[in-house]
């Protein structure tokens, strides 16, 4: 009996961890096109165009990811679109 409470109790921690972590970044951006071209901070990857600077930050904040905003603007040269 011990021995399943304690696996039920590391169950419920790793749970609970990613529900935490996204918890943080209940960040609620308009439906407003106002594209930013963003690119990773390190230089490392490929630019994507954001529907506005908050739906970056979200991504930002939801992925751990660093993006920052090279223009305003679409990125144009194919890059994929990211609106939520």
Same mark, same amino acid.
């Given at each position: 009996?011990?021995?399943?409470? !304690?696996?039920?109790?590391?169950?419920?921690?790793? &749970?609970?961890?990613?529900a935490e972590k996204n918890a943080k970044c209940k960040?609620? &951006?308009t439906a407003d096109y106002t594209p930013v071209c963003g690119v990773p901070k390190d230089g490392k990857g490929s630019t994507i165009t954001f529907g506005n600077s908050c739906v970056m930050e979200k991504v930002n904040c939801e992925s751990n =990811? /660093?993006? !920052?905003?090279?223009?305003?603007?679409? &990125?144009? /040269? =194919?890059?994929p679109v990211r609106l939520s």
């Open positions: 009996m011990r021995v399943a409470i !304690i696996i039920f109790a590391i169950l419920a921690v790793v &749970c609970a961890l990613p960040q609620v &951006c =990811k /660093d993006y !920052i905003v090279k223009s305003q603007g679409e &990125c144009g /040269d =194919k890059s």
